[in-house]
């Protein structure tokens, strides 16, 4: 069966601080992948998706990129934290005709 | 902005009883809806979905209503237990790739 996982689970840090969350897939090939965020009380925003590997759509502009070196790895940075850049980051994946499954996310706060 | 959006942000029941979530839609073009369930401190979890083709869709004490002509979706869940407390989302794909549009979700309350 297909898993993802996502790490890591909390992260605290502070503004200016650079930034790496990983997400892996195991158990599908090719699958499309997701980076959401989640404001507190609010719905999912698609930041990133990726069709393949090297292959980024970006969604909404702002200080955050996404890599996709391998194709069950998803990567989402940022050089410069910024304190609008707290949240709940989720990342999820599909394939053809199947609904998105996510992560259990990663919670950033930035100080 | 969202083309997605939910009746009630938060809905109170008592156990046992039966639960209607509600969702209206915008784009008359979006072809497939799902319903996700989250828990506090997790990502969301694929609950049921549905394709336009579609009126009604059962799964295990849940229940999807897709009604086209006034683009509105329900989650209907039986016999309501306190382990369905969560946020309840409905989300909407009218693209490629499952970009879904997700509505602000609705806070289901249990009470015993």
């Known amino acids: 069966s297909q898993t993802i996982h996502q790490w890591p689970a909390t992260l605290v840090q502070p503004v200016g601080s650079p930034l790496s969350l990983e997400c892996t897939v195991e158990?599908?090939?090719?699958?499309?992948l997701y980076w959401y965020r989640q404001a507190a009380g609010r719905g999912l925003q698609l930041l990133f998706y990726?069709?393949?590997?090297?292959?980024i759509s970006s969604e909404v502009p702002q200080n955050l990129s996404a890599s996709r070196p391998q194709d069950r790895q998803f990567i989402l940075s940022s050089k410069k934290l910024l304190l609008s850049d707290s949240g709940f980051y989720l990342c999820?994946?599909?394939?053809?005709?199947?609904?998105?499954?996510f992560g259990n996310g990663t919670r950033l706060t930035v100080t | 902005g969202e083309s997605v959006g939910l009746h009630l942000p938060t809905l109170s029941v008592q156990e046992g009883d039966n639960s209607i979530i509600n969702c209206a839609y915008s784009?008359?073009?979006?072809?497939?809806f799902i319903w996700y369930k989250q828990e506090s401190g997790k990502g969301p979890q694929f609950i049921i979905d549905?394709?336009?083709?579609?009126d009604k869709r059962q799964g295990q004490r849940v229940t999807v209503l897709l009604n086209k002509t006034v683009k509105h979706l329900s989650l209907q869940i039986a016999a309501t237990q306190p382990g369905d407390s969560a946020v309840y989302f409905c989300?909407?794909?009218?693209?490629?790739?499952?970009?879904?549009?997700f509505g602000k979700g609705t806070l289901l309350t249990v009470n015993p």
């Open positions: 784009n008359s073009a979006s072809d497939y």
């Open positions: 989300a909407e794909n009218s693209g490629s790739n499952y970009k879904l549009t």
């Open positions: 999820a994946w599909s394939v053809l005709d199947s609904p998105l499954h």
């Open positions: 549905i394709r336009s083709n579609m």
């Open positions: 990726s069709v393949g590997i090297g292959q």
């Open positions: 158990g599908t090939s090719n699958p499309n």
